[in-house]
């Protein structure tokens, strides 16, 4: 099927504010060592020019530049594994990864409830080397001066690298499923904002990885092509997001007319880019409702 990534990826801000007041301003840092990360074999980016950088801005770390995909797994004490694996795909507009507030702090939480969870540090969109450059050409980009680098193709041909990605990873977790004490039948994903269209976009694209569930955190709500054999689908998001609220429920409806499974929690207040920040608003309990929604589905009561 058409799916609209495209566009849609092209109007995400890459460096969204979450929902809550943080210092806005992007402090460079050293590339992190990453002792776990392992690589997943799908090459280097296409063309790719810029190396990989990492800098810090609303209390958290974010990746540029990714020319190799990893994926760093976060697994439960001894003892208190449910067999339950997921692939977290932090958002960042293509161009950036928040690497804790969506990607290791949500990964530590589900590994503390006994699921195994794996941060997806995908491809990205080039961006400028020089911090200076990059923060002018998101300016520039905001300010309509420039429209952001496109990506060859349309819809779901788009996404080629990030969903080549996407489907390493889960055949990496199968693979070392016994190692990793996983059922290779509960492998699901869980996305942010650009992280929750890949997502989408790897049920949708109908390749090998096939999501047992999945789970889309602030990421668009518009009308798709469900498959016949969807899994089920939990959705966050805050009404007053300034990208994706108030746009319909078209993701919601979709789901619904196809008779798949859907769970979908629209919060009064809580903007973009909340995550696991902690703040007065009840968008922050969406995780407690997503590890309860993996109870309700059998997805926490031990490997079957």
């Given at each position: 099927m058409r799916f609209a990534v495209a566009a849609a990826l092209l109007a995400i801000p890459p460096l969204a504010a979450p929902a809550r007041a943080q210092d806005d301003r992007m402090t460079p840092i050293a590339v992190p060592a990453q002792p776990g990360a392992i690589a997943l074999g799908t090459g280097s980016l296409p063309g790719a020019a810029v190396p990989e950088s990492w800098h810090r801005q609303y209390g958290s770390a974010f990746a540029r530049n990714v020319t190799v995909a990893t994926l760093t797994p976060y697994l439960p004490e001894p003892g208190k594994e449910t067999g339950t694996a997921i692939i977290v795909a932090p958002g960042g507009g293509f161009r950036t990864l928040s690497m804790d507030n969506e990607g290791a702090e949500v990964a530590k939480a589900l590994a503390a409830r006994g699921v195994a969870a794996f941060v997806l540090k995908y491809r990205l969109i080039q961006t400028p080397a020089d911090m200076g450059a990059f923060q002018r050409s998101m300016a520039a980009m905001f300010s309509g001066a420039a429209r952001p680098p496109q990506p060859a193709g349309s819809g779901l041909a788009a996404l080629a690298p990030q969903l080549a990605d996407a489907d390493a990873a889960f055949a990496l977790v199968r693979r070392r499923a016994r190692e990793w004490h996983v059922d290779p039948a509960r492998v699901g994903m869980i996305g942010f904002s650009a992280g929750a269209m890949l997502t989408m976009a790897t049920v949708?694209?109908?390749?090998?990885?096939?999501?047992?569930?999945?789970?889309?955190?602030?990421?668009?709500?518009?009308?798709?092509?469900?498959?016949?054999?969807?899994?089920?689908?939990?959705?966050?998001?805050?009404?007053?997001?300034?990208?994706?609220?108030?746009?319909?429920?078209?993701?919601?409806d979709s789901w619904t007319a196809a008779h798949r499974p859907v769970e979908f929690h629209l919060y009064e207040r809580g903007g973009h880019g909340f995550g696991m920040y902690r703040k007065e608003t009840t968008s922050t309990g969406w995780f407690d409702a997503f590890v309860a929604w993996l109870g309700m589905h059998g997805l926490l009561n031990g490997v079957r």
């Open positions: 949708l694209s109908g390749g090998g990885a096939r999501p047992a569930f999945i789970g889309s955190v602030y990421g668009p709500l518009a009308p798709v092509r469900v498959p016949a054999d969807a899994p089920p689908l939990f959705v966050a998001l805050a009404a007053d997001d300034p990208l994706f609220g108030g746009s319909g429920f078209g993701l919601i």
